[in-house]
């Protein structure tokens, strides 16, 4: 039987690319901050209804919010904010596709910093498989350029790869801290835990990135309602694709979730070919098999 972590965490990776895609499409109409805060916004009442239909199918019950638990929330609520607006400015330099791509150093930089927090260990095999599906997702930096150690620094240093990079840096603290709210959050059922996390962090998500939005663009609140079909399933993925990352967290080590959730750059690809109508390379393709063969590293280490 598939560990019910495994398949959170790819739901997690095909609802993310999902609304990925969505709000690169609104990034034609919306700012920067615009287009992030939609994913909260409107993520708020989605959250409601899918923990709602948790307990009604489930049941269950939580402890009270100590404010230990809240300010691991804000922690990880504030990092998926900054990672959020460094992948959509990746976007405007090098694709969809290939600032994605640079964003999934997360797993191994997940690795790192769980292990030295959270004192999360993992096999031989399994921190193979991360280093192996990260040099997967670093070949894609190399679409249309030859394979030489100064093309490697060329594309490393663009500004698409920096930002994509600090995306990366920036979900990987927010997934160390959202494991530790789960934590430190009362009660025996961690995946309901999960679903109280994403609801209290996208009501903080809400109000940090409205706030912010509200005194440097006032103008784009209208723009933000204006778009409300557009934005609504945006927010309604972005709930789906928390709440099955969150779940992973909680089942799972965070570089483990981390590092399966690469196939994203698999669903990445197709909906960059298909969705966007951006052109793949070979090279891309190529790099997104060795992805797939790092993950499966990972799975083989997991004993």
């Given at each position: 039987?598939?560990?019910?972590?495994?398949?959170?965490?790819?739901?997690?990776?095909?609802?993310?690319?999902?609304?990925?895609?969505?709000?690169?499409k609104?990034?034609?109409?919306?700012?920067?901050?615009?287009?992030?805060?939609?994913?909260?916004?409107?993520?708020?009442?989605?959250?409601?209804?899918?923990?709602?239909?948790?307990?009604?199918l489930?049941?269950?019950?939580?402890?009270?919010?100590?404010?230990?638990?809240?300010?691991?929330c804000?922690?990880?609520?504030?990092?998926?904010?900054?990672?959020?607006?460094?992948?959509?400015?990746?976007?405007?330099?090098?694709?969809?596709?290939?600032?994605?791509?640079?964003?999934?150093?997360?797993?191994?930089?997940?690795?790192?910093?769980?292990?030295?927090?959270?004192?999360?260990?993992?096999?031989?095999?399994?921190?193979?498989?991360?280093?192996?599906?990260v040099?997967?997702?670093?070949?894609?930096?190399?679409?249309?350029?030859?394979?030489?150690?100064?093309?490697?620094?060329?594309?490393?240093?663009?500004?698409?790869?920096?930002?994509?990079?600090?995306?990366?840096?920036?979900?990987?603290?927010?997934s160390?801290?959202?494991?530790?709210?789960?934590?430190?959050?009362?009660?025996?059922?961690?995946?309901?835990?999960?679903?109280?996390?994403?609801?209290?962090?996208?009501?903080?998500?809400?109000?940090?990135?409205?706030?912010?939005?509200?005194?440097?663009?006032?103008?784009?609140?209208?723009?933000?309602?204006?778009n409300?079909?557009?934005?609504?399933?945006?927010?309604?993925?972005?709930?789906?694709?928390?709440?099955?990352?969150?779940?992973?967290?909680?089942?799972?080590?965070?570089?483990?979730?981390?590092?399966?959730?690469?196939?994203?750059?698999?669903?990445?690809?197709?909906?960059?070919?298909?969705?966007?109508?951006?052109?793949?390379?070979?090279?891309?393709?190529?790099?997104?098999?060795?992805?797939?063969?790092?993950?499966?590293?990972?799975?083989?280490?997991?004993?």
């Amino acid at each position: 039987m598939i560990p019910p972590w495994i398949l959170f965490t790819v739901s997690a990776a095909g609802f993310q690319t999902w609304r990925t895609a969505k709000q690169q499409k609104l990034r034609g109409k919306l700012s920067v901050n615009g287009a992030g805060v939609v994913r909260f916004l409107y993520g708020v009442p989605a959250g409601f209804v899918i923990l709602g239909t948790y307990l009604a199918l489930f049941g269950g019950s939580f402890g009270s919010f100590t404010p230990l638990f809240l300010f691991y929330c804000m922690l990880g609520g504030l990092g998926q904010i900054l990672g959020t607006n460094l992948l959509i400015m990746s976007f405007d330099s090098r694709g969809f596709a290939v600032g994605t791509a640079y964003s999934k150093t997360e797993a191994i930089q997940a690795a790192f910093i769980a292990l030295f927090l959270l004192g999360e260990t993992l096999s031989p095999l399994s921190w193979a498989g991360i280093a192996l599906s990260v040099s997967g997702v670093l070949t894609l930096s190399f679409a249309g350029k030859g394979f030489s150690v100064g093309a490697f620094i060329e594309a490393s240093l663009q500004r698409g790869a920096l930002l994509g990079i600090g995306a990366g840096s920036c979900f990987a603290i927010c997934s160390i801290f959202i494991k530790s709210a789960n934590i430190a959050l009362d009660g025996d059922d961690p995946v309901l835990k999960a679903l109280v996390c994403l609801v209290v962090i996208n009501g903080m998500q809400t109000i940090m990135q409205g706030s912010w939005m509200l005194w440097r663009e006032p103008g784009e609140v209208r723009r933000v309602f204006a778009n409300w079909k557009d934005s609504m399933w945006v927010g309604a993925l972005s709930a789906s694709g928390s709440a099955c990352w969150f779940s992973g967290f909680a089942l799972a080590p965070v570089a483990m979730v981390r590092a399966v959730g690469q196939v994203e750059i698999l669903f990445t690809l197709l909906a960059s070919r298909f969705y966007l109508k951006e052109r793949t390379s070979l090279t891309e393709r190529v790099g997104a098999l060795i992805v797939v063969a790092g993950v499966v590293l990972v799975l083989l280490g997991r004993h």
